[in-house]
T-cell receptor, first 114, second 113 residues
């Protein structure tokens, strides 16, 4: 079955450490996205990519980095510069064209600073 | 600039009762409108979407939504709620030419037995 796989489901980060969240899709979707979700704040866009080897900053990109070397993969690195990284992170993808509007989401990664 | 407002942060209903979740939008043209559902600790799942045409759209899990241009609304409804419907519900708007939607802040649905 096609879908988006996020791993790990739970991740713990020590102070000053970089961690990478994985996002893989087998839907042949062109566009991929990373969102951060905090209680009461809805979804906030971190980065997005519409084609391979290209990506754009979203609303809260500071302290995060991404790469898009393959169509299927869009990993997110939470760097030590992100001072408050504890949150639920969601990856999504979408196809091209207006009729394909609408995201397919992964099941999320919960990141906790310890 | 477009915006999406979900006026209710929490909604509590009894199992078997009807449900209406409100979504109001601000956008100068005809928007593409979506409803998503998020179970605890999970990602979001698309319930239904409106592009054009019939103003009443049917979705999965027995949900429907009605687009009312005069009221700038796209309210989600279900005639009889099940305990498994307890979740967070998000309304989203796409403006023409943008791949990035504007999400509402979400409404948490609590279902009492």
């Amino acid at each position: 079955d096609g879908g988006i796989t996020q791993s790990p489901k739970y991740l713990f980060r020590k102070e000053g450490q970089n961690v990478t969240l994985s996002c893989e899709q087998n839907l042949n979707h062109d566009a991929m996205y990373w969102y951060r979700q905090d209680p009461g704040q809805g979804l906030r866009l971190i980065y997005y990519s519409q084609i391979v080897n290209d990506f754009q900053k979203g609303d809260i990109a500071e302290g995060y980095s991404v790469s898009r070397e393959k169509k299927e993969s869009f990993p997110l690195t939470v760097t030590s510069a992100q001072k408050n990284p504890t949150a639920f992170y969601l990856c999504a993808s979408s196809g091209a064209g207006a009729l394909n509007y609408g995201y397919t989401f992964g099941s999320g990664t919960r990141l906790t600073v310890v | 600039a477009q915006s999406v407002t979900q006026p209710d942060i929490h909604i509590t209903v009894s199992e078997g009762a009807s449900l209406e979740l409100r979504c109001n939008y601000s956008y100068g043209a005809t928007p593409y409108l979506f409803w998503y559902v998020q179970s605890p600790g999970q990602g979001l799942q698309l319930l239904l979407k409106y592009f054009s045409g019939d103003t009443l759209v049917q979705g999965i899990k027995g949900f429907e939504a009605e687009f009312k241009r005069s009221q700038s609304s796209f309210n989600l409804r279900k005639p009889s709620v099940h305990w498994s419907d307890a979740a967070e519900y998000f309304c989203a708007l796409y403006s023409g030419g943008s791949y990035i939607p504007t999400f509402g802040r979400g409404t948490s649905l609590i279902v009492h037995p």
